[in-house]
T-cell receptor, first 114, second 113 residues
Framework: KAGVTQTPRYLIKTRGQQVTLSCSPI?????VSWYQQTPGQGLQFLFE???????NKGNFPGRFSGRQFSNSRSEMNVSTLELGDSALYLC?????????????FGQGTRLTVV | AQRVTQPEKLLSVFKGAPVELKCNYS??????LFWYVQYSRQRLQLLLR??SRESIKGFTADLNKGETSFHLKKPFAQEEDSAMYYC???????????????FGQGTILTVHP
């Protein structure tokens, strides 16, 4: 069964622009979470979607938003990019939300803001 | 607020030696604890979770609620164990952080031949 797929793998954007990242979960998985990974802050939770509804949100500004479609695919959008948004963005899918359910991670999208 | 602390950024051992990666957590409630591993050029993947009480690749971890710790142990380290290890916590059912994974900063384990 195909794993979690994130596109694109690499992105270079200019400050002030916006960006959209995509995540296709494992078939049958309805929960998709997003994480930001940086050398300084490590892995930080952005938000989780389940059945097209945002279930949980981390401590990120409103410039970070997401959505989930009826086929469970998810997109994350960052508007008005700042240099500090440069990071590896990871998506994880689960068969159901929360608890002790294993999270399967994608390979990430490397975003560079210049 | 929930927090996970991994005090060692780097840990080096020789092949065949015991290894222990430390993890302490802070959470007011019943947490779910995990260890995730990332091998070189591979994606982050689950190693084990406390509720399963299983041994994976020779690794075990015991949840100590009194000390709020979830240390990862292996009696005889192998070179292929070299990787980045993350301890993570998720809130239990009904909690506001249900579904959110909070990660520690990670420990890079290097096993020398």
């Amino acid at each position: 069964k195909a794993g979690v797929t994130q596109t694109p793998r690499y992105l270079i954007k200019t400050r002030g622009q916006q960006v959209t990242l995509s995540c296709s979960p494992i078939s049958g998985h309805r929960s998709v979470s997003w994480y930001q990974q940086t050398p300084g802050q490590g892995l930080q939770f952005l938000f989780e979607y389940f059945s097209e509804t945002q279930r949980n949100k981390g401590n990120f500004p409103g410039r970070f938003s997401g959505r989930q479609f009826s086929n469970s695919r998810s997109e994350m959008n960052v508007s008005t990019l700042e240099l500090g948004d440069s990071a590896l963005y990871l998506c994880a899918s689960r068969s159901r939300t929360g608890g002790n359910t294993e999270a399967f991670f994608g390979q990430g999208t490397r975003l560079t803001v210049v | 607020a929930q927090r996970v602390t991994q005090p060692e950024k780097l840990l080096s051992v020789f092949k065949g030696a015991p290894v222990e990666l430390k993890c302490n957590y802070s959470y007011s409630g019943s947490p779910e604890l995990f260890w995730y591993v990332q091998y070189s050029r591979q994606r982050l993947q689950l190693l084990l979770r406390h509720i399963s009480r299983e041994s994976i690749k020779g690794f075990t971890a015991d949840l100590n609620k009194g000390e709020t710790s979830f240390h990862l142990k292996k009696p005889f380290a192998q070179e292929e164990d070299s990787a980045m290890y993350y301890c993570a916590l998720s809130g239990g059912a009904g909690g506001t952080s249900y579904g959110k994974l909070t990660f520690g900063q990670g420990t890079i384990l290097t096993v020398h031949p």
